[in-house]
C-alpha cells in the first residue's frame, strides 16, 4: 500500500500510481473485489429486466402478428436474449450469496466468474453490433455492452484499459474486415463515428479510472480506521479490545473441540530499568521485540500488549510452559547486556466461554504477582487457593469506602518506649479491618491489596483522622496524649494531596503537631524522589517530624540516607530475627545505630521481642524499642489500662 508522501512524489510515481502497478494488502483488494459485486448485482439486475422487455417485444411484433411460424423458430431468433438472460439471472443469484457471506469455495472466484460474464457479453455485443453494422444500423449494441462490463470490472486502471484497447480495438478491426453489405462490398466505418466510437472509449476509460480511485481511497480509508481500533500501535500487534473480540470465538471453538486452552498474561521484568538505561526509544524497542518474539511463539493464536509491559495471550498449545520458556531465552539473547530483564508469566484457564478476557487476564495477572510458591514451574496458575485470596483482595476494593463510613476501619496502637528506662515514648497507630463478612483483617491482607488498586488513600486517611480525634478527645478529657506515629503509603502522595490532608485535620481537631510523626518506609522512596522530597519538606515546613520506616529491608538504604532527611530511623524488625546466635546481626544493628547518630538522627528498633534483644538494644545505644515485649497493637482503652495498672509507664518526654 502506498504509505509514501504525496507532495514528493515524481512524475513517474504519479503515472505508475495512477496506473494502478502496486500490491494492494487483501483487505483492499477484498474491499474492491466487493465494490464490483455490488455494481454487479444492480447491473444484472436491469440487464435482466432490459432481455425480458427484448423478449415481450419480440413476442408482440413477430410472434403475435404471426410472423413466427413455430415455438422452435421462436427460440431460435430470441436464443441471444435467453442466454444473456440465463447468465444475467445465474451472476444476480452468485452475486447476491456473495454478498451474504452464503458462498465459501466459489467466493473466491469473483473476478473470475464476472469476467466470464464479460466475455459472453462481448461475445453477444460484438455479433449483434457486426450484424446491425451489415444492415447499416447504429453499432450501439456493443458500446452498451462494453459499458456494461467494464464497470463490474473496476480492476486496476491498466487491466480497464487493456481491456478497453482489446475489446474496442478488436471489435473496430473486426468491423473493418468482416463486415459487408447485401451485395458482399466490404463496409467501413465512417470518419465521425470512428471519432464518436474512440470519444466513447476514452470516456469510459476515464470513468472506470475515477471510479476506481474513489474506491481505493475509501478502501484505505476504512483499512487505516479499522486498523487503528484493532491494532496497538506501538508494536503492531492487536489490541486489548481487539483481543476481547477475538478470544470470543477462539476459546468458543477451542472448548467445543475439547480443547484445554489457556490464558496468559507476559510482564517485563526491569522493564523501567531498562527504560532508565536505554531511554524511551529504546523501550519502545524492547516491548516490540517482545511483542514479535510472543507471537512467534504463539503463531496463529489471539496476542495482544494490555498495556505498558504487559502482554496477553490465549492459547490451546498443551506445550505452552515450555513456550515461555522459549520465550524468556529469546529475550535474553536479543538483549544479552541486558541480564536483569526477565518475563514473568501467569496462566488462567477459563472454565467456559462466560470467562471474559479481561477477567482472565486480571486473574492471570493476579496469580503472577501473588503466587510465589507454584511448583515445578515458572509460570504460576490461578487455582483455587489463588481465587480465595483474589476474591478477599476484589471484596477489599470494592467496600473500602463502605469499611471507612461504617467504622470497619479502627486503629489498634502499639507502644513505643524509651530504650534507656522503658517508660511510654508513643506509639505507632496500625490499621485493622473487622469486617462483619469477613473478620478480622490485618494488614497484611488490605494494605497491599488497596495499594494495588490505588485506594490505600481512603484508608489512609480514615486512620488519620481517627488518630487526630482520639488526640483532641485525650486533651479534652485529661488523658495521657500520647505522640503517635502513622504510616504513609508511597501513593498517599499521589492519590491525594497528603499534606494538605493532614493539615486539614489537625487543624480541624486542634492536634499539637508535636504529637504526630508521619512514617515513610524505605521502599516508598525509590520512586518519585523529587516528588517525595517536596511533600518531605512541606511536612517538616508544616512542623512534623518524619520517620524512616524499615530501615535496610530493600537495595537502597544508604542512597535513602544520602537524599532524604529523616528525624528518626526505625530499625527493620528483620535484623532482630535470630540475633541471639548471630554475631553479625548484632554488628549490623550497631553500625546501623552509629550511622544513624552521626547523620544526627534518632533511632528506634523494631520487632523487640525478648529481654535479651533490649539489653542489647539499650547498651548499643538504640533511642527507642517497639515490639511485642512491651505490647502488641492494641485498642487504645486497652493501652490507657495498661498505663493505669502500672503495666506501662508513662515517659516524661514524648518527643
Ligand atoms: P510497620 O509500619 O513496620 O508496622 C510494624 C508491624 O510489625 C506491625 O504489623 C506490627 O504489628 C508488627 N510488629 C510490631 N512488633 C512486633 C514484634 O515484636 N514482632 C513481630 N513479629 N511483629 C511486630 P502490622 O500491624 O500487621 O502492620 C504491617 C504493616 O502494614 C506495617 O508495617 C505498615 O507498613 C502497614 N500498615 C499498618 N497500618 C497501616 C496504615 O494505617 N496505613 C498504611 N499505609 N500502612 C499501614
Ligand atoms: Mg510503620
Ligand atoms: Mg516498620
Not at 86 to 99: E, G, I, M, P, W
Not at 270 to 295: K, V
Request: charged share 25%; net charge negative.
Amino acid at each position: 500500500m502506498d504509505t509514501s508522501n504525496k507532495k514528493n512524489r515524481s512524475l513517474g510515481d504519479s503515472i505508475v500510481r495512477f496506473l494502478g502497478f502496486y500490491r494492494n494488502p487483501v483487505y483492499i483488494e477484498d474491499q474492491l473485489k466487493e465494490a464490483d459485486v455490488r455494481s454487479a448485482v444492480y447491473l444484472t439486475a436491469i440487464v435482466s429486466m432490459v432481455e425480458i422487455y427484448m423478449l415481450l417485444r419480440y413476442v408482440k411484433n413477430w410472434v403475435l402478428p404471426g410472423k413466427v411460424a413455430s415455438v422452435g423458430e421462436f427460440f431460435h431468433y430470441t436464443s441471444t436474449y435467453w442466454w444473456f438472460l440465463a447468465a444475467s439471472l445465474l451472476l444476480l443469484v452468485y452475486c447476491s450469496l456473495f454478498l451474504k457471506k452464503k458462498l465459501r469455495y466459489l467466493g473466491k472466484y469473483s473476478r473470475e466468474i464476472i469476467f466470464a460474464y464479460f466475455l459472453l457479453a462481448m461475445y453477444f455485443g460484438v455479433t449483434l453490433s457486426m450484424h446491425d453494422f451489415s444492415r447499416g444500423r447504429m453499432i450501439l449494441c456493443f458500446l452498451t455492452m462494453l459499458m456494461y462490463v467494464t464497470i463490474i470490472c473496476v480492476w486496476r486502471p491498466y487491466t480497464s484499459i487493456l481491456l478497453i484497447v482489446v475489446f474496442g480495438g478488436g471489435f473496430i478491426w473486426l468491423l473493418n474486415h468482416f463486415s459487408f453489405d447485401k451485395a458482399g462490398n466490404p463496409l467501413k466505418l465512417s470518419e465521425g463515428d470512428y471519432i464518436n466510437f474512440v470519444t466513447t472509449l476514452v470516456t469510459m476509460f476515464i470513468l472506470v479510472v475515477a471510479v476506481y480511485h474513489q474506491r481505493y481511497r475509501d478502501a484505505t480509508k476504512s483499512w487505516e480506521l479499522g486498523r487503528i481500533t484493532v491494532t496497538d500501535d506501538l508494536t503492531g500487534i492487536s489490541n486489548m479490545h481487539n483481543f476481547e473480540e477475538v478470544t470470543k470465538a477462539y476459546l468458543a471453538e477451542s472448548l467445543a473441540q475439547g480443547k484445554k486452552p489457556v490464558y496468559l498474561t507476559f510482564n517485563l521484568e526491569n522493564f523501567q530499568t531498562f527504560n532508565d538505561r536505554c531511554g524511551y526509544a529504546g523501550g519502545d524497542e524492547l516491548l516490540t521485540r517482545t511483542a514479535q518474539i510472543i507471537s512467534n511463539t504463539f503463531p496463529g493464536e489471539p496476542v495482544a500488549r494490555e498495556s505498558g509491559d504487559n502482554f496477553a495471550v490465549l492459547t490451546t498449545a498443551e506445550d505452552y510452559l515450555k513456550r515461555v520458556a522459549e520465550i524468556r531465552v529469546r529475550l535474553r539473547a536479543a538483549y544479552p547486556n541486558e541480564t536483569y530483564l526477565d518475563v514473568r508469566a501467569g496462566a488462567y484457564r477459563p472454565r467456559d466461554t462466560e470467562d471474559t478476557a479481561r477477567h482472565a487476564i486480571d486473574r492471570a495477572r493476579y496469580a503472577m504477582r501473588h503466587v510465589t510458591n507454584w511448583q515445578n514451574s515458572f509460570v504460576p496458575e490461578y487455582d483455587e487457593r489463588v481465587s480465595k485470596e483474589y476474591r478477599l483482595r476484589q471484596y477489599i476494593l470494592n467496600n473500602v469506602e463502605k469499611a471507612v463510613r461504617e467504622g470497619y476501619i479502627q486503629v489498634f496502637y502499639q507502644p513505643v518506649v524509651w530504650a534507656e528506662d522503658g517508660t511510654i515514648a508513643g506509639c505507632e497507630a496500625l490499621a485493622r479491618w473487622i469486617d462483619p463478612e469477613m473478620g478480622f483483617l490485618s494488614p497484611g491482607a488490605f494494605i497491599p491489596a488497596l495499594e494495588e488498586g490505588r485506594q490505600i488513600h481512603k484508608l489512609d486517611l480514615c486512620i488519620y483522622e481517627q488518630v487526630c480525634k482520639r488526640i483532641r478527645d485525650s486533651i479534652d478529657n485529661g488523658l495521657p496524649v500520647l505522640a503517635t506515629s502513622l504510616n504513609f503509603s508511597r501513593l498517599d502522595f499521589e492519590l491525594m494531596d497528603a499534606v494538605g490532608e493532614l493539615e486539614a485535620l489537625v487543624e480541624k481537631y486542634r492536634v499539637p503537631k508535636e504529637y504526630l510523626h508521619v512514617e515513610i518506609t524505605e521502599s516508598a522512596v525509590t520512586e518519585d524522589v523529587e516528588g517525595l522530597k517536596r511533600a518531605m519538606k512541606r511536612l517538616h515546613d508544616g512542623g512534623f517530624a518524619i520517620w524512616l520506616d524499615d530501615f535496610g529491608s530493600g537495595y537502597s538504604s544508604m542512597n535513602v540516607l544520602k537524599d532524604f532527611d529523616f528525624d528518626l530511623l526505625k530499625i527493620d524488625m528483620e535484623f532482630l530475627k535470630n540475633f541471639h546466635n548471630n554475631q553479625n546481626s548484632r554488628k549490623i544493628i550497631s553500625s546501623i545505630i552509629n550511622l544513624a547518630n552521626s547523620l544526627n538522627m534518632m533511632t528506634l528498633s523494631e520487632g523487640v521481642e525478648t529481654e535479651e534483644a533490649v539489653d542489647f538494644l539499650r547498651e548499643a545505644g538504640c533511642g527507642r524499642l517497639q515490639g511485642y515485649f512491651y505490647g502488641k497493637p492494641m485498642r487504645y482503652e486497652e493501652l490507657l489500662e495498661k498505663i493505669n495498672d502500672g503495666s506501662l509507664k508513662l515517659g516524661e518526654k514524648h518527643i
